[in-house]
């Protein structure tokens, strides 16, 4: 019986061939863009609908759901295909990404559609990032929008190398012949500069399938092909395979003594045992030994497929690093220049530390350097010392450690980034690598004699940096310079960075920006580093307001060497003292972006110290602050003669 009923279920030779022939179709990914209600959603309904790909019960619900939700009179709203949302359908608008397969005799397609708002600018970004080709749809009666100008930038800064220009609901003006001109001329005008291989105009209505899948009659000045004759034909760029191999490693298999393997996904290239590979970050060579793929090992992989490599040689890989052509090595550098699309409402700041994540490696980088902004309506480059929300820029990075990569326009997997905020750990940017910069080549680490242990031996101190934060009057000067002198009778020794003092000098050129504060505490972060370094007690008094930035300066330092002392005086009572009668002008409006009036300040959730000044003299805090460290001392010596805390 079992034999019987296996015999039954086998494929036919017919859905065999059928089968077989899908496979042997090339895969066209593409996308939808353009401003809001411009008809992506519907011509993706469309599509789908021409293409027969709706079964009955599909449909059925369709003309439900246009009868409940629709826009289209008792017409079929095929964009409700698409937009499954709830909050889609209720507001007749976009908001997630919605992936879509179809076939036609010729061709395989996977599409996204995607939000034409603004605010989900981050979601178009998503769609874009693994097309072939976008479909930039403009309302004949709109014409070329903010939103088209934005979504064709990316596009463009994304690798996407060719347009259909669709000018969408021709019926609407009457299939007039001089309106789709005129789009199309203000549209070739904006682009020129883009670097598009292909931008195809094409006149359409979504809604009644002109010029969709069919030519239609009504426009019969168009010559040109129907969306999917072009669909169907057009020649995207090199295939992934014919680029040099590039496999990052994502994990290190090792179950046994036996085996040790690196498993990932190839991302571009091809690899056959016997190969020889190089470890991008330290240039170490193997060759591979085994290629091991579910269901057995393999004598070749290609890019897409998750695999495991088992080199000849014990050779130092981590996840992160890749294995790569030795024939063409990826750029490895800390430093590079990139375009960074800006999805946070809250501003892209240079000199703040993000989070930035590859294809398999993490590391914190900085934003060195806003180059220039990219205006979406000309593509000219402007001035600017920030991001905001979809906006558009060029940027120098400096990463914590060297990164492997490719020029976002040579590999598109191996040359992309995002960047995450490290309070929120909130995706607020994507990035795309131009190239690495000249500088990350020429300098490196120089080894020195003498370190920072031998540095704080000398001054039998262990070395530490006290970082004062709080409100302007909140006592933090007065109390750092008490706390150092007291270090400095006991024979400590010290430095005090006080935020007034080093504007004097070292950050003069800064003003109060929000851009201006995160590089006046980065350059002090750093020079507080060197003092720790050289086994310096330094305290750092500072308002410095930001949580994002006070984690950078911990993160600098070495294990347990950054105190977070928290000067914890209320507004009312910082404003009431006044010392240097900052408080008053800026109540007034005579002083912008002052701290606690009209920037904000962001106080320590977990300080190693609290200081609450209401009803305590600075000189009982200072001593506080001294036996504090003296403790601290005590405990780590004990800890270091194995006593234990």
Not at 628 to 642: F, K, M
Request: net charge negative; hydrophobic share 40%; proline share 4%.
């Amino acid at each position: 019986m079992r034999h019987i009923m296996a015999k039954s279920l086998a494929p036919t030779d017919s859905i065999r061939d059928y089968m077989a022939a899908q496979e042997k179709k090339s895969l066209l990914r593409f996308l939808t863009c353009g401003s809001v209600d411009d008809g992506k959603s519907t011509l993706i309904g469309r599509l789908l609908s021409d293409t027969k790909q709706i079964f009955e019960d599909q449909l059925a619900a369709l003309e439900n759901d246009s009868r409940k939700h629709g826009t289209t009179g008792d017409d079929i709203d095929f964009a409700l295909l698409v937009d499954g949302l709830e909050a889609e359908r209720e507001q007749g608008i976009t908001i997630d990404v919605a992936y879509r397969f179809f076939a036609t005799p010729k061709r395989k397609f996977i599409v996204a559609d995607t939000p034409g708002h603004e605010q989900y600018t981050r979601n178009m970004a998503t769609g874009a990032s693994t097309a072939d080709l976008a479909i930039v749809l403009i309302d004949a009666r709109q014409g070329v929008l903010r939103q088209t100008r934005r979504h064709s930038i990316i596009a463009s800064l994304l690798g996407i190398r060719h347009i259909v220009l669709a000018v969408n609901k021709i019926d609407l003006v009457g299939f007039d012949k001089t309106v789709f001109d005129s789009i199309v001329a203000d549209y070739s005008d904006f682009a020129k500069g883009l670097g598009f291989a292909s931008v195809v105009p094409i006149p359409m209505s979504a809604r009644f399938g002109d010029n969709v899948t069919n030519r239609s009659e009504r426009t019969p000045w168009y010559s040109g092909p129907s969306l999917i004759e072009h669909l169907e034909t057009v020649s995207v760029d090199e295939a992934v395979v014919e680029l040099p191999f590039r496999f990052p490693v994502q994990y290190v298999n090792r179950p046994n003594l036996d085996f040790r393997g690196f498993a990932g996904t190839i991302a571009s290239g091809t690899v056959s045992q016997g190969d020889e590979v190089v470890v991008a970050k330290s240039g170490r060579a193997s060759r591979v030994k085994r290629i091991v793929a579910h269901g057995g090992d393999l004598e070749q992989a290609v890019a897409g497929q998750a695999i495991t490599l088992v080199l000849e040689d014990e050779v130092e890989v981590s996840r992160g690093n890749m294995l790569v052509s030795p024939a063409a090595r990826p750029q490895v550098a800390d430093q590079f220049t990139a375009n960074i699309v800006w999805f946070d409402e809250q501003a892209l700041l240079p000199g703040r530390s993000y989070i930035l994540r590859t294809e398999t490696d993490q590391v914190s980088a900085t934003v060195t350097d806003l180059k220039y902004r990219v205006n979406v309506n000309d593509f000219a480059h402007e001035a600017a010392k920030s991001l905001d929300l979809n906006e558009v820029g060029v940027c120098n990075l400096s990463t914590r450690a060297p990164i492997a990569f490719d020029p976002f326009a040579e590999n598109r997997t191996t040359g992309a980034f995002i960047l995450i905020d490290r309070i929120s750990n909130a995706t607020v940017g994507a990035g795309m690598i131009l190239h690495s910069l000249r500088r990350a080549e020429n300098i490196h680490w120089q080894s020195l004699d003498v370190g920072k242990r031998g540095r704080s031996d000398l001054k039998n101190q262990r070395p530490a940096v006290f970082w004062f934060t709080g409100l302007s009057g909140s006592g933090k000067s007065t109390i750092a310079n008490l706390f150092e002198r007291k270090l400095f009778a006991s024979g400590r020794h010290t430095y005090i960075l006080d935020g007034d003092n080093v504007r004097h000098g070292l950050n003069r050129d800064l003003g109060f920006t929000d851009a201006d504060r995160v590089e006046n505490i980065r350059r002090v972060a750093e020079v507080a580093k060197l003092m720790a370094d050289a086994g310096l007690i330094v305290i750092v008094s500072f308002i410095s307001p930001f949580s994002a930035e006070r984690r950078m300066a911990r993160e600098l330092m070495g294990e347990g060497e950054f105190v977070e002392v928290f000067v914890d005086t209320p507004f009312e009572e910082c404003a009431r003292r006044d010392p240097k009668g900052l408080y008053a002008r800026a109540l007034s409006g005579e002083i912008k972006n002052f701290t606690g009036v009209d920037s904000p300040y962001e106080a320590p959730e977990n300080p190693e110290i609290h200081l609450e000044t209401l009803g305590r003299s600075p000189q009982e805090m200072a001593e506080a602050l001294e036996h504090w460290l003296t403790e601290r001392d005590i405990a780590e010596e004990q800890y270091d003669n194995g006593g234990g805390i």
